[in-house]
């Protein structure tokens, strides 16, 4: 990714309830902005609420940093968030359909996953969890 | 928090979803749906989606629920509306809505639930609806 270029980013704060909502409103423009067609557009607004979400309840709340990039040919948007809280212990457990630790479906992260390009996830114990998604324009 | 309001049209509960739902929202209209069903004896709920831009595994989640509960407090659920980029959306997610039926529009949610429009809840049937009313009452 080293000759990407980031034309605009944009930093939220997720902490309660509503912060869930601005992650899926600042995604939708930034996907518009990409270009991305009405069906990329919700898998990628999807995806953030999903993994927003998670940021809230599972890692007590973190940042999502918003980025419209270009890799020469295609414009994308790819979305990292954040968070400080317990980490996961087996984070190829946490992308398993069906698995979780909460009182949720265990569809969010593996689900969010299969609705975008690329998918990161950095966790470990006490090291909170780190998760980047990417689409692209087609 | 904003909440959803419940319309009662007969034997029939409308909801058109038209806001951004926070999680709290969507379970506070969970809680407030079964209390309608019980207090109106309600036989069909009707949930309008088609202003939702997403259904998440969150919303996908109270939406089957909500068709449990109904279904055990003796009421039919039918959701409607859904956008096609939200069911491809839905489907890749992994998200089946077991349980919750569905039709694309209003008109065809109504027919499917077979309820009485007319009904009133004391059963005096004063109100009789004209079906031409019906698309109005959707929209407010």
């Known amino acids: 990714m080293t000759s990407a270029g980031v034309a605009e980013t944009s930093s ?14 600042a995604m939708r423009t930034f996907a518009v902005n990409a270009a991305l067609s009405l069906v990329d557009q919700t898998k990628v607004v999807t995806a953030a609420s999903e993994l927003a979400r998670n940021t809230l309840i599972y890692g007590g709340g973190g940042s999502a940093v918003l980025e419209l990039i270009n890799n020469g040919t295609r414009r994308g948007v790819r979305v990292t968030f954040s968070d400080s809280g317990p ?28 609705l975008v390009d690329e998918f990161q996830l950095d966790s470990a114990p006490g090291s909170g969890t780190r998760v980047t998604i990417t689409k692209w324009g087609r | 928090m904003a909440r959803v309001p419940i319309l009662k049209l007969g034997d029939l509960l409308l909801v058109s979803i038209h806001i951004d ?20 004896s ?5 949930i309008d989606i088609s202003a939702l831009e997403i259904v998440d595994s969150f919303i996908g989640r109270m939406l089957s629920t909500i068709a449990s509960v109904a279904r055990v407090l003796d009421a039919d659920t039918v959701v409607v509306g859904m956008r096609p980029a939200v069911a491809i959306t839905l489907v890749e997610l992994g998200l089946s809505l077991g349980g919750v039926r569905t039709a694309l529009d209003v008109e065809r949610g109504i027919r499917m639930l077979s309820v009485d429009l007319t009904a009133s809840s004391n059963n005096r049937h004063e109100i009789v609806l004209d079906e031409d009313v019906l698309p109005a009452a959707g929209d407010s």
């Not at chain 1, 939220?12 to 409103?25: E, N, P, T």
């Not at chain 1, 984070?91 to 479906?105: E, K, M, N, Q």
């Not at chain 2, 739902?21 to 109106?40: C, F, G, N, P, S």
């Open chain 1, 12 to 25: 939220i704060d997720i902490a309660v309830d509503q912060d869930v909502v601005r992650v899926r409103q």
């Open chain 1, 87 to 114: 980490g996961m212990s087996d984070p190829d457990l946490a992308l398993t359909d069906g698995y979780t630790t909460g009182g949720g479906l265990g569809l969010g992260l593996s689900g969010a996953r299969r």
């Open chain 2, 21 to 40: 739902l926070e999680d709290q929202t969507a379970i506070a209209l969970q809680d407030d749906l079964a209390e309608r069903i019980v207090a109106t």
């Open chain 2, 42 to 46: 309600a036989r069909g709920v009707l």
